[in-house]
């Protein structure tokens, strides 16, 4: 059940830096490490990822979610779905050439060793072209909480909100999982499809990253 205190909307352009803050903290362990590695990111590497989200909620209808605790009006936790499908009215597939064009490696941070940087890029592309190949599709890229706010419901309705859409549109959803996140996933339908591993150890880091790729059955036929 949803948590009645907690309420998820779209993320507006003016609470870009918010969210940024939001995952920038929640990452500080994990994703940040593969994005900067080099280093603690400047406040003009910030800037950048601030106007990147607000690019992205206003040019390029990317869906931005964040949900407030409604007690305290506080942002706790955020979430970046994407609605992928084809570009022709009516078409039932992407091009190749339009996943593709999808698939440009984003410029980098100074803060980036490229070779982590693309390791992870790659790792990502690779598997999407294998596992969704031409298909419509929503893809979660985030999901962010707080760690205060964890355990309060605000991961499992912001995963609800891009699955319903998923479902309205009668297209499968996917996901690169972390471990701690993979079983609330299954918990939305989501099936494993294989787990990956960024290897860090090349680049002077003990660890591996790893990931459980999972995809989520269409509910129906697609509505035309
Ligand atoms: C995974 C994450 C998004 C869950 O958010 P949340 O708001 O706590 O989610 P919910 O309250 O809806 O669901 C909680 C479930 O998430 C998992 N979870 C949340 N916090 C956890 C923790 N500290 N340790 C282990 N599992 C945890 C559990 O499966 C939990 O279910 P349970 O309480 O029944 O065991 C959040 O913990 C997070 O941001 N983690 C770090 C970043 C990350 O891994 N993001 C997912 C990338 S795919």
Same mark, same amino acid.
């Given at each position: 059940?949803?948590?009645?205190?907690?309420?998820?909307?779209?993320?507006?352009?003016?609470?870009?830096?918010?969210?940024?803050?939001?995952?920038h903290?929640?990452?500080?362990?994990?994703? #940040?490490?593969?994005?900067? +590695?080099r280093?603690?990111?400047?406040?003009? *590497?910030?800037?950048r990822?601030?106007?990147?989200?607000?690019?992205?909620?206003? #040019?390029?209808?990317?869906?931005?979610?964040?949900?407030?605790?409604? +007690?305290?009006?506080? $942002?706790?936790?955020?979430?970046?779905?994407?609605?992928?499908?084809?570009k &022709?009215e009516?078409?039932? &597939?992407r091009?190749?050439?339009?996943?593709?064009a999808g698939?440009?490696l984003? &410029?980098?941070?100074?803060?980036?060793?490229?070779?982590?940087?693309?390791?992870?890029h790659n790792?990502? *592309? *690779?598997?999407?072209?294998?596992?969704?190949?031409?298909?419509?599709?929503y893809?979660?890229?985030?999901?962010? *909480?707080?760690?205060?706010?964890?355990?309060r419901?605000?991961?499992?309705?912001?995963?609800?909100w891009?699955?319903?859409?998923?479902?309205?549109?009668?297209?499968?959803?996917?996901?690169?999982? +972390?471990?701690?996140?993979?079983p609330?996933?299954?918990?939305?339908?989501f099936?494993?499809?294989? &787990?990956?591993?960024?290897?860090?150890?090349?680049?002077?880091?003990?660890?591996?990253?790893?990931?459980?790729l $999972?995809l989520?059955?269409?509910?129906?036929?697609?509505?035309?």
């Amino acid at each position: 059940m949803p948590n009645p205190n907690l309420n998820v909307s779209l993320l507006k352009p003016e609470e870009a830096e918010q969210y940024m803050r939001i995952r920038h903290q929640v990452f500080r362990s994990t994703v #940040n490490k593969v994005l900067y +590695s080099r280093g603690e990111p400047s406040q003009k *590497t910030l800037d950048r990822v601030t106007e990147e989200i607000r690019d992205g909620v206003v #040019n390029k209808g990317i869906l931005y979610l964040k949900c407030i605790d409604k +007690s305290t009006g506080e $942002m706790t936790a955020g979430a970046r779905w994407r609605c992928v499908k084809p570009k &022709e009215e009516g078409a039932k &597939e992407r091009t190749w050439e339009e996943v593709e064009a999808g698939f440009q490696l984003p &410029e980098p941070y100074d803060e980036s060793d490229l070779e982590i940087f693309e390791g992870l890029h790659n790792l990502f *592309t *690779t598997n999407k072209r294998e596992i969704l190949g031409t298909r419509p599709h929503y893809v979660l890229d985030t999901l962010v *909480t707080l760690p205060d706010h964890e355990r309060r419901g605000a991961g499992s309705m912001l995963v609800r909100w891009g699955c319903e859409r998923a479902d309205e549109a009668g297209v499968e959803a996917y996901l690169e999982a +972390s471990i701690m996140g993979a079983p609330m996933y299954a918990r939305h339908g989501f099936e494993a499809v294989k &787990e990956v591993d960024l290897d860090l150890s090349k680049f002077g880091d003990k660890e591996k990253m790893s990931f459980i790729l $999972m995809l989520r059955p269409a509910k129906r036929e697609r509505t035309p």
